[in-house]
């Protein structure tokens, strides 16, 4: 049954062991699939930087994707997870491109019996509900917040008992219950109520339901609103931090709390759901935030009844709009194939989300927009579509437009008509240029508008920002500017938008510097720039750039003029960076030496497409705080050294392309902190020597990839 902790394992073992595979690939397969996009996403998994995926798959069918497969994965170890497999079909239509496997491992999560029996009796294992001990353990770790021991006050454990008795071993209702009581009083009185009002749930729905039914009950109306949102995902969806925080923000589901801006709120939402346990983190960032998140299937089973039964919206998974109640507020599909518009009409429709729409969706569009003049959110991300409709300017309500890669090529001029416009995310469509009027979108937070020159992300410029709109200045509530072309006047534009946190420019020129680093000084809420050069040979100036705000997050590429680790973003603002990525900056000399002293609390770094001196040393006490570090492309190199007592706290190193690199790294035994390794694409010997010297006295890192 669900939420007995199947993915749960199998996560935990495939995080362990994949390591230990050249290839590896998590694919979750759910109730409604398609075959072509489950070869499709394996095939992105298996390839990699050296030997990208070929630039016609998404046309191949599935004897091509297979034969692609077969390519790749010819005489390699791989460990392959189909998570979540609810039809045997699933399988055997895709085991042809697993042909080839001997060496390999295939594992499977399901609920149903006959996908299991496709593996031998002796390759099952059929979960069972948790024993009386582990249970109450397990329970009393979430409900007093106690990783260490499972205490539980003796007055409270008669009622705890009694709360784990009615879980039935079952992991996740376990961990529901203890997210619910960490939050009441460790008193009698008040963990007595809340069991009373457990049971009497029960006496309406089976054990599960109930349980979760009464966490989302206990809930805030703001927090029961994002959870009915999260439920509009297709199933088994990675929903991104930072869309969940804007789709939440438009919506109007975070409230201002003690003066704090509104995403800042969503976010805490977005947390407060973590904890209780209504939501699982998938990734986490660089810096340790929540990057993807998602809903467990019984959760979003509940939601989506609850989300009907209140007509806050329905979602189908399987491409249609087929019985769609006219009155609906929000409405979601996935993987829409049908391109005939429908023939009635949504005038209460707030939200239209279609992701990975396989159709144009052109007709659809139109239709919806004449209809539904409340609408407030599109998401499109991902889907064929390759024009929007000019009747998007009839919607006055419009807060969110989602376009990430979609094929669409321009935005109507009409999209000026949208003053309440929050959010515009075009990131990897084909937009060159804004409309013009977009400088008159004044509620505008969040214009998100890079592009991919280069996929494969080997030039230079592999990305390209879109030309700043003029009266860009006049956009003062923009928080998010991601990516801009650097201009004569950018400088002078940038002056007035006070509130941006994060900004991304490219094609910056020697002659942009002044005016331009002046013009980010004074930004007081700046927390993530990037800085690109026009092209690889382009010195820049960093002499100007003294941020008066806490700059956590910089990436620069492209040369640095001399002396620029003597500027003040060196020398002065240092150490508030904690992400650091620098790329066809050449340093000259040692750059882990000259950096060290000046980041002392970097948690990431990064140096790529890097010429430098031939031995890199990593002196005591450097990147005291350092948990990533990535050298990738780095041709010089032949040798590193790491010392006692540097990178104390590292979790991953990832050394890659440095073809010159032909000794094992002085040291590196010693880090024993250290939980992912990656030596690839390095001297023709290194691979010998390694598995000669070194392969048994690494045996502590979890994630090994030689």
Known sequence: MGGLGKTTLVRNVYEREKGNFPANAWIVVSQTYDVQDLLRILLRKIANREQPPAANMDVMDVYELTDE???????????????????????????????????????????????????????????????????????????????????????????????????????????????????????????????????????????????????????????????????????????????????????????????????????????????????????SDELGRVSTCKMHDIMRDLALSVAKEEMFGSASDNGTMMNMDT??????????????????????????????????????????????????????????????????????????????????????????KLSNLQTLDIKQTKIVKLPRGIARIKKLRHLIADRYADERQSDFRYFIGVEAPKGLSGLEELQTLETVGATTELAEQLEKLTKLQSLWIDNISAAHCTKLFNALSNMQFLSSLLLSACDEKEELCFQNLKPISKLHRLIIRGQWATGTLK?????????????????????????????????????????NNMNSVKILILCPGSFPKLKTIVLNHMPDVNQLEI?????????????MSLTGLERIPQGIENLHSLKKLWLLNLHKNFKAHWNKEMHQKMQHVPHLRV
């Open 327 to 416: 009155e609906v507020r929000r409405f979601s599909t996935c993987r829409w194939k049908d391109d005939r518009a429908p023939t009635v009409a949504f005038p209460f429709l707030r939200t239209l989300m279609s992701l990975e729409a396989v159709s144009s969706s052109t007709n659809m569009l139109n239709s919806i927009f004449s209809g539904s003049n409340y609408l407030t959110v599109l998401e499109l991300q991902d889907s064929a579509i390759n024009e929007v409709p000019a009747s998007i300017g009839n919607l006055f309500n419009l807060r969110y437009i989602g376009l990430r890669r979609t094929k669409v090529q321009k935005l109507p001029e009409c999209i000026e």
């Open 69 to 283: 497969i077969n390519k790749n994965l010819k005489d390699m170890k791989c460990l392959i997870v189909l998570d979540d497999v609810w039809d045997h079909e699933a399988y055997t239509m895709m085991r042809n491109a697993f042909q080839n496997l001997q060496k390999s491992r295939i594992v499977i999560t399901t609920r149903k019996e006959d996908v299991a029996s496709l593996a031998s009796s002796k390759c099952r294992l059929e979960l069972q509900p948790l024993g009386d001990t582990d249970s109450f353990n397990l329970f009393c770790r979430r409900a007093f917040n106690n990783t260490e021991d499972c205490r539980c006050p003796l007055e409270l454990k008669e009622v705890a008992i009694s709360i784990v008795r009615r879980c039935q071993g079952l992991p996740l209702a376990i961990v529901s219950m203890g997210s619910l009581m960490s939050s009441r009083k460790e008193t009698v009185y008040d963990w007595n109520r809340t069991y009373s009002q457990l049971k009497d749930e029960m006496l309406k729905n089976d054990n599960v339901r109930a349980i979760l039914n009464l966490s989302y009950h206990d809930m805030p109306g703001d927090l029961r609103n994002c959870v009915l949102y999260c439920s509009m995902f297709p199933e088994d969806h990675s929903m991104s931090r930072e869309s969940l925080v804007r789709l939440w923000v438009a919506e109007g589901f975070a409230v201002r709390k003690d003066g704090n801006n509104l995403e800042d709120v969503a976010e805490a939402n977005l947390m407060e759901l973590i904890r209780r346990n209504m939501l699982v983190i998938d990734e």
């Open 567 to 607: 500027c003040p973003i060196f020398q002065d603002h240092g150490k508030n960076l904690r992400y650091l990525a620098l790329s066809w900056c050449q340093l000259g000399e040692d750059p882990l030496g000259v950096l060290a002293p000046h980041v002392p609390n970097l948690t990431y770094l990064r140096l």
């Open 643 to 655: 010392m006692d007592r540097a990178l104390p706290v590292i979790e991953g190193m990832y050394i």
